[in-house]
């Protein structure tokens, strides 16, 4: 499932290619994947409207329609949004074609988990799905100590937490793993027994691995995939996740794996305390 640094790099590569854009139709092939505004077509209310911005709120994608429309896109699992500069052949999981005044945009989801939903762009960060999210792990405005705070209300293990998106906004199985590892904290812990300057660490880890993930353009295993239909290759740089079994490029103790909040945890029992 695409995070917080995918769908980063989709919106800025979406920017580079779609921005200022008309759509001058739309075919939906697969109706489940558009959801519109109740009462409303989706095609005839997004037909002829300018894409103006692009925006990103945890992991989901905001695109920004001329005379207050918002499309929030979620990936889930499988979704992809790629920009095509000429008329493109539709794949057979391709759901949704955006045709615009240049080029084409197709979203594509294997699983049919995803979803494109229009809403009033004035109502959006109101719309139950991003109006949940706790704050975005790199804004300027969030600090280690609103990170402590939030940690402190949940009674739960410190891996489950920080999968929480009501704690902070964007963060999944990868990155929380290796956060977790670069702070040094194993993620079956508690969060009250969480120290102050463990706070920090994972705070500062945490920025840390999201940035290191943005630059190089996300994590690619199997479906993901930018704007341009490129994948990423912070999967060559990943330190634990995935290499549950394997040496620990530290301390050379093999990682173990652990089901926490349902999810596969891999950890190393030296480097993380």
């Known amino acids: ?25 739309v075919g939906i092939f697969w109706p ?44 889930r699992m499988t979704g992809r949004l790629i920009y095509y500069a000429d008329q493109q052949p539709r794949e057979k999981h391709t759901h949704v074609v955006f045709y615009l005044d240049q080029g084409e945009l197709h979203y594509s989801d294997i699983r049919k988990f995803g979803r494109i939903q229009l809403v009033s762009t004035s109502e959006a ?7 949940k ?20 209300k949940k009674k739960s293990t410190i891996k489950a937490s920080l999968l929480d998106q ?3 906004a964007g963060l999944g199985n990868i990155y929380a793993d290796e956060a977790l590892f670069r702070a040094g904290i194993q993620p079956g812990r508690r969060t009250e027994s969480l120290k102050v300057s463990e706070i920090i660490k994972l705070y500062n880890a945490i920025g840390e691995v999201l940035a290191a993930g943005i630059k190089a353009k996300g994590t690619s295993f199997r479906d993901y995939r930018d704007a341009d239909g ?38 190393c029992p030296d480097c993380q305390k």
Do not use: W
């Not at 999967?235 to 926490?260: A, P, S």
């Open 1 to 25: 499932m695409p995070e917080l640094p995918e769908v980063e790099t989709i919106k800025r590569s979406l920017a580079k290619k779609a921005l200022g854009k008309r759509i001058l139709d």
């Open 32 to 75: 489940p994947a558009a959801v519109s505004i109740p009462g409303g077509d989706f095609t005839e209310l997004v037909k002829g409207r300018e894409i103006e911005s692009f925006a990103r709120r945890g992991k989901y994608l905001l695109i920004n329609l001329s005379r207050g429309l918002t499309m929030i896109v979620h990936f």
């Open 125 to 131: 960060m109101q719309v139950a799905s991003l109006a």
């Open 133 to 152: 999210l706790g704050p975005e792990p790199l804004d300027e405005l969030f600090a280690f100590d609103q990170l402590g705070q939030r940690l402190a």
């Open 166 to 168: 009501k704690v902070i």
């Open 230 to 267: 490129n994948k990423g290759s912070f999967q060559y740089n990943l330190m634990v996740y995935g290499r549950g079994g394997l040496e620990c490029i530290v301390c050379g103790q093999k990682l173990e794996r652990q089901k926490i909040a349902g999810r596969t945890t891999v950890f």
